[in-house]
């Protein structure tokens, strides 16, 4: 349940809704989905020079992106999605990355 430490009092009403047996989401933030994009840029760039199971790891984190939106923010959850099955459908696919962090954290700064 990582996080740029915005949403920690969140995690004891997670945990309660858990012990509960009620579904349990993670809060949205924008930052932390797009630091997950960053990282996947990163393990791409990696994949290439000798680490071809790095294409997993920032599928991963792709995935980790969709879920940091998911609860509030749908639309940017669909973008990252779509990137990230062109991305399936063709492991050397170019990724607009930039476009991509602009759109969910653009307005953050
Ligand atoms: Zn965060």
């Not at 933030?29 to 797009?34: F, H, S």
């Not at 290439?48 to 639309?75: C, Q, S």
């Not at 607009?96 to 954290?105: G, H, K, S």
Request: aromatic residues 8%; glycine residues 6%; charged residues 30%.
């Amino acid at each position: 349940m990582g996080c740029c430490g915005e949403n920690r009092s969140h995690l004891r009403s997670q945990y309660d809704r858990f012990k509960r047996g009620e579904p349990v989401m993670r809060e949205s933030c924008r930052e932390c989905a797009c630091k997950h994009i960053a990282q996947a840029r990163v393990l791409l760039l990696e994949k290439d020079k000798g680490y071809p199971a790095h294409y997993w790891f920032a599928m991963g984190h792709l995935a980790e992106a969709e879920d940091e939106l998911v609860k509030d923010f749908p639309e940017e959850t669909a973008l990252v999605r779509a990137e990230r099955l062109n991305l399936q459908k063709n492991r050397d696919y170019e990724m607009p990355f930039a476009d991509l962090i602009n759109a969910i954290c653009g307005e953050i700064g």
